[in-house]
């Protein structure tokens, strides 16, 4: 029989979140092109920015990346299987996907929502994945006269994203779906300011912005799942 001791110590373990008494880092992984690409470098060459700055022991961040990964570069790309697929086999609790900027010049606004929507309903039918976060297309200076189809396009992917978050498949999974608007500037007038002569990737300053607009959004995902 049990004693008074034990059921309240009993009781006292059922009531500490089920994290806190055997918890493992949760997995983080970053998925994308060239921008993930050069995070990677930046949090390697700048150890204070290193792991998003999230402690190990809370969360392990690994990036999955291409130079010029694109959706939908020519019928035989298949960049699920090649890129996809293999950082599901990291077990990410916590998936951010940045693409489509790659796409713009073959793709209209509306193909680049449909192909993010595709690829973001097979993560969810494959993975055990609990929270994925998309990051909207950023306008750059070599798309200037993109704008408006960038706009669009985002406007698009948002919402196919909403349909997604409300639809059986996510209800079912109990995942979070959700759509990053950048914050710090990367999105504001001073834009300019912030990328190479390349007029494509972000200079230093463009990079820090990028990498706390990306920690702050996991970060309050990372606490909630850390609560669960």
């Given at each position: 029989?049990?004693?008074?001791?034990?059921?309240?110590h009993?009781q006292?373990s059922?009531s500490?979140?089920?994290?806190l008494l055997?918890?493992?880092?949760?997995n983080?992984?970053?998925l994308?092109?060239?921008?993930?690409?050069r995070?990677?470098?930046?949090?390697?060459e700048?150890?204070?920015?290193?792991?998003?700055?999230f402690?190990r022991?809370?969360?392990?961040?690994?990036?999955?990346?291409?130079?010029?990964?694109?959706?939908c570069?020519?019928?035989?790309?298949?960049?699920?299987?090649v890129h996809?697929?293999?950082?599901?086999?990291?077990?990410?609790d916590i998936?951010?996907?940045?693409?489509g900027?790659n796409?713009?010049?073959h793709?209209?606004?509306?193909?680049?929502?449909?192909?993010?929507n595709?690829?973001?309903?097979f993560?969810l039918?494959?993975?055990?994945?609990?929270?994925?976060v998309?990051?909207?297309l950023?306008?750059?200076?070599?798309?200037?006269q993109?704008?408006?189809?960038i706009t669009?396009?985002?406007?698009?992917i948002?919402?196919h994203?909403?349909?997604?978050?409300?639809?059986?498949?996510?209800?079912r999974n109990?995942v979070q779906?959700q759509?990053?608007?950048?914050?710090?500037?990367?999105?504001g007038e001073?834009?300019?300011?912030?990328?190479l002569?390349?007029?494509?990737?972000?200079n230093?300053?463009g990079?820090?912005?990028y990498?706390?607009?990306?920690?702050?959004?996991l970060?309050a995902?990372?606490?909630q799942l850390?609560?669960?």
């Amino acid at each position: 029989m049990a004693t008074a001791q034990s059921r309240e110590h009993a009781q006292s373990s059922m009531s500490v979140p089920r994290c806190l008494l055997a918890r493992r880092p949760l997995n983080i992984v970053l998925l994308g092109h060239s921008f993930i690409r050069r995070l990677a470098v930046f949090m390697r060459e700048f150890p204070e920015f290193a792991n998003l700055k999230f402690p190990r022991s809370d969360a392990i961040v690994l990036c999955v990346s291409r130079v010029g990964a694109a959706l939908c570069l020519r019928p035989d790309d298949h960049w699920i299987n090649v890129h996809v697929q293999p950082a599901l086999l990291h077990q990410p609790d916590i998936l951010f996907i940045h693409i489509g900027e790659n796409d713009l010049e073959h793709l209209t606004s509306q193909e680049i929502a449909t192909h993010i929507n595709g690829l973001i309903t097979f993560i969810l039918s494959v993975s055990s994945v609990r929270v994925v976060v998309v990051s909207q297309l950023i306008w750059m200076p070599q798309y200037q006269q993109r704008h408006e189809q960038i706009t669009v396009a985002n406007t698009a992917i948002e919402e196919h994203l909403q349909q997604i978050q409300a639809s059986p498949l996510a209800s079912r999974n109990t995942v979070q779906v959700q759509y990053l608007r950048h914050q710090f500037g990367i999105w504001g007038e001073n834009r300019l300011s912030l990328f190479l002569n390349d007029r494509t990737h972000l200079n230093e300053t463009g990079m820090h912005k990028y990498f706390y607009s990306i920690r702050t959004s996991l970060s309050a995902h990372l606490r909630q799942l850390m609560l669960q």
